[in-house]
C-alpha cells in the first residue's frame, strides 16, 4: 500500500511540473520558410492562389486526403488557408514580397494555436523538424515552376 501510494504521489508531482515548466513554452507556434523567385507576379500568382495548382509544387497537397485545406484569402500578396488533419486545424499562409525589381520572396508559414496541455506543448518543439524539409522542398519546386514559364 505504501509503495501505490508513493507512486500516486509522485506521478501527481510528475505531471505538476511537467505542466508548470509547458507553461513556459508559448502557445502561439509560427513554422517559417522563405525563397527568392526570379519571375514576375503575374506567373507566380496563378501558382500559389489556384488551389487547383498547388499539387505541382506543394509537397503536402501531393497526398489527396491527408489534409482538407481550404482557402480563406487571396489578394496580389497574400494567401491565407485553414489547414485540417487528424483533428487538428491550423493556419498557413504565404506572403509575396517584391525586394527587388524582378525578384520576389515567397514567405510560407504554419501557425499552430496549441492548448495548455503538456503533450501537445512539448510536441510543438518538434514541428519545425517536421514540417522544414517538406516546406523547403514545395518552395523550390515553386521556384523552379515560377521561374520555368518565364
Known amino acids: 500500500m505504501r509503495v501505490i501510494k508513493l507512486m500516486l504521489i509522485s506521478a501527481v508531482i510528475l505531471f505538476g511540473l511537467m505542466t508548470l515548466i509547458s507553461l513556459m513554452i508559448p502557445s502561439h507556434v509560427r513554422i517559417s520558410r522563405a525563397i527568392d523567385i526570379n519571375a514576375a507576379k503575374p506567373q507566380l500568382m496563378p501558382l ?46 504565404m506572403a509575396v ?37 517538406p516546406m523547403e522542398e514545395s518552395l523550390v519546386n515553386l521556384k523552379q515552376l515560377a521561374e520555368a514559364d518565364r
Not at 482538407?68 to 487528424?86: P, Q
Not at 525578384?103 to 496541455?117: N, S
Open 48 to 93: 500559389i492562389q489556384q488551389r487547383d495548382e498547388w499539387p505541382r509544387w506543394n509537397a503536402y497537397a501531393k497526398e489527396p486526403g491527408r489534409f482538407d485545406i481550404s482557402i480563406v484569402e487571396s489578394n496580389d500578396s497574400l494567401v491565407v488557408s485553414r489547414w485540417k488533419a487528424g483533428g487538428k486545424d491550423f493556419t498557413s499562409g
Open 97 to 133: 514580397y517584391e525586394p527587388r525589381q524582378g525578384i520576389l520572396t515567397v514567405q510560407w508559414y504554419f501557425d499552430f494555436r496549441l492548448k495548455w496541455y503538456p503533450w501537445e506543448k512539448f510536441g510543438s518543439i518538434m514541428f519545425d523538424r517536421q514540417l522544414g524539409s
